[in-house]
């Protein structure tokens, strides 16, 4: 494990190294081992580049890709997966996905292009700054110092960076932290100059609730560079300009399964007007999708700025987006994937499609194991490690545990008086809030666990809460927490949903699956594409109770053992025979959450709710019934 150097840092908590965080049972090793099981070793069926040598060697030019992408693009869609599956390996100890990570980066950092850039010369600082992510976790691992000279020298080679080539900057935090050489803190500077100034305009005095308008997956990567500045100067208005900024992305934009709206660019809420217009911010804001990239990117970023502000908040918000958009977003056996995926999907067919994009007929919002853009692929594979690599981090000392994102596991560190420690995360989470922390020393230690009770089960406001631990010799230590799992009901896009803890509950819908095995590109017999539409009735009503929790109109029911547990509730649901799909030419989608309308009496039905991970086509923000 390499080991953290005494270098400035501002942050109230940092990340720890990549090996000192290991799975046990349970949440959320069952979800990566059965990523690994699934596209996680037949990633070619996803098709191109995922077909080819991607960063172990120059990827062919096909003929039908555009000009203007064909060189750096398939290097950006790589990038994505093999820091995604190489980190599921490292967590997982396969040596398979360790040896790809392994094989990808000794190719960039034996290789340099014309411009002085690791990798050949298809490759750009956009992909490289991707790709440098997977560097930073062989690095980690391996301690190799000459990954440390490549990024060195990618960095150095990127001067006057613009649009997501700013990206660069993530590796010059890294680099600082490894080294302490004070010249990565300017290199960083210089790359985040360019900075969007209207973006950074929104966080100084003025109507700073005026939307955002950019493309998603751009405003996720960028958004964080200014909170990098941060945490390695202090300069707080740079940290103010990240927050500020990630704050009305989330005002405007923030869906019921955590994620903003991003049809490519964010796409409003439903819920929110523009300041001072009163008027959707998108007129199709309602139709709620988001592009998978998105889950992934938001959940990294808000990993900085939790590490920034010690705000409780931006681990609530990256726990929400895992447990709901990013199992969501796969099937069961994950061997599939949406490019779009929305809390509410009555379709998921050939003819799904939102024309915001263009995108109409072009299947994004069907299962596939790949989509005709190539980026969700390979980014989905990054989902699962953004959420593990944030689970634990370290207060600003370095010394001193903070259990921020709840799963179990184990975590390693050093103590102030040089004890190595471990400490155990035992539980069900997120099916049950008790949970149990067991540590171990090698010699008689104190620390301090800081843990996080959520805002969901505190009256609305998340905070991090501490406990001082003592370990005498050949003693362990052990603490028990319970965060209160109680059932809720939140509004959201014009209508409501029901939540247990960080769960959304959806209506699951009952589809027709065309399964396609053979006759189309990247799909497979082991890995096919589903195309999916409604079965069975799904347009249905949810009443608003004062109290759910108390109301005897909800029932939770429990299935499953100790490995793969679950939670379902039976809730009263009332049809709404007005809310009818939009179909047309080449089209079927679903519509807008309609206006809340009285509940007939003699239309009640008792619907199992499940998890919405555990659904394809489903309900989980249903229009009010009063």
Known sequence: MIALLAVAWFGAFQDAPISSIRLSEGEPRNFIETQRDGLGTHY???????????????????????????????YEQAGYLVDGLGRVGIY???PRLKKLLADSVEYAVT????????????TDPWANAVFARAMMAQYELTGDKRILDALAANSLAVTNAEGRAMCTAEADLFLYRKTGDEKWIEQLKAHIAKYPWPWRQLSRPRQIWD?????????AEEGKLPCLYYLVTGDKQQLKDSVTFFEQVMHFNELADGVPSSEEGYGGNADKTQSPKDRPLWDHGGLMIHETCDITDHMWTFGYLLMATGDAIWADRIERIFFNAAPAAVTEDFKAVQYFSSPNQAFASRRTGHPGFGEVGLTRQA?????????????????????????????????????MLYGNSEFAFTAE??????????????????????AMSDKPTRFVLHYRMPAWANDGKAEMRSVKAEIGAGETWSQGIMIPMRLRQERHSGGISLYRGPILFALPISAND???TEGEEKCSKECPAHYLTPARPWNYAMPVFPDVAESTDFQISYTGGKSRPSVFVTVPLFRRDDWVAETGYNAERTPWVPAPKPAGASKVELKRLAPIGETTLRISVFPIAE
């Open 514 to 516: 065309e399964v396609v």
């Open 367 to 403: 299962y596939r194991p790949g989509c005709d853009t190539e980026c969700c692929a390979g980014n989905v594979h990054r989902m699962a490690p953004a959420y593990i690599a944030r689970m634990w981090m370290l207060d600003k000392t370095g010394h001193n545990p903070a259990a």
């Open 417 to 438: 008086n040089g004890a190595k420690v471990k400490i155990r995360e035992e539980g069900n989470y997120p099916w049950s809030g008790v949970i149990k922390f067991v």
């Open 44 to 74: 070619a069926v996803s098709g191109y580049p995922y077909d080819t040598c991607m960063w172990t060697g120059v990827v062919p030019q096909p003929e039908y890709m555009p000009s203007w992408r064909a060189r750096w693009w398939p």
């Open 211 to 219: 939307p955002i308008e950019s493309h998603g997956v751009t405003a």
């Open 111 to 122: 290789t340099r292009n014309k411009a002085g850039l690791f990798g050949n010369d298809d």
């Open 92 to 94: 997982l100890d396969d």
